[in-house]
């Protein structure tokens, strides 16, 4: 397993993603519900930075090398599975939602409103990829 000053990355990888789990939170919490966007917008683009980090560095390669072992096996790593597919439309759904606050520029109540299910749903679905990212980790790393 490739490390990190003798500890191994997965350890480093739970640790920014526990982060960026209480970012969005914070960013939903304080920065959307107070209607504090600049606060909200700021928790959104580190959450893109870092997963760029996270899920293109390290994730989507360790996903690609386990694919063939986890699909001999779909019962018995079926959380591995999910949590990819899960997770890569979580992170298409946020992209999509960032490409149309680009190509709108300005942040209209009425932009608001309609993007708030999506925003909510995508929120949700990064949840459940985050629940079975730790129920993963603690498999692998906790006796
Ligand atoms: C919202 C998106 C995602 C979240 C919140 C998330 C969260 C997590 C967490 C917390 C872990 C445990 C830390 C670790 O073991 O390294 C993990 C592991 C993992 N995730 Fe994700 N993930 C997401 C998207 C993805 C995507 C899109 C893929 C690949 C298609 C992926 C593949 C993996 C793999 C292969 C591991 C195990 C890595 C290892 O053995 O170290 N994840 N994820």
Do not use: C
Not at 18 to 28: M, S
Not at 61 to 78: D, F, G
Not at 108 to 125: A, E, Y
């Amino acid at each position: 397993m490739q490390s990190i000053f003798g500890i191994p990355i997965p350890f480093f990888v739970l640790a920014i993603e526990v982060f960026i789990f209480i970012v969005l939170i914070f960013g939903w919490i304080y920065g959307s519900r107070r209607m504090d966007l600049k606060l909200h917008h700021k928790a959104v683009w580190l959450v893109v930075f870092l997963h760029i980090l996270t899920v293109g560095f390290w994730m989507i390669p360790v996903a690609l090398e386990r694919l063939s072992i986890a699909l001999s096996n779909p019962l018995l790593y079926w959380y591995q599975i999910v949590h990819d597919m899960i997770g890569i439309l979580a992170i298409g759904l946020g992209a999509l939602l960032v490409v149309i606050f680009l190509i709108k520029g300005r942040m209209t109540p009425r932009l608001l409103k309609r993007t708030k299910p999506f925003m909510l749903l995508t929120i949700g679905i990064w949840s459940l990829a985050f629940a079975l990212g730790l129920y993963w980790f603690f498999l692998g790393w906790v006796p």
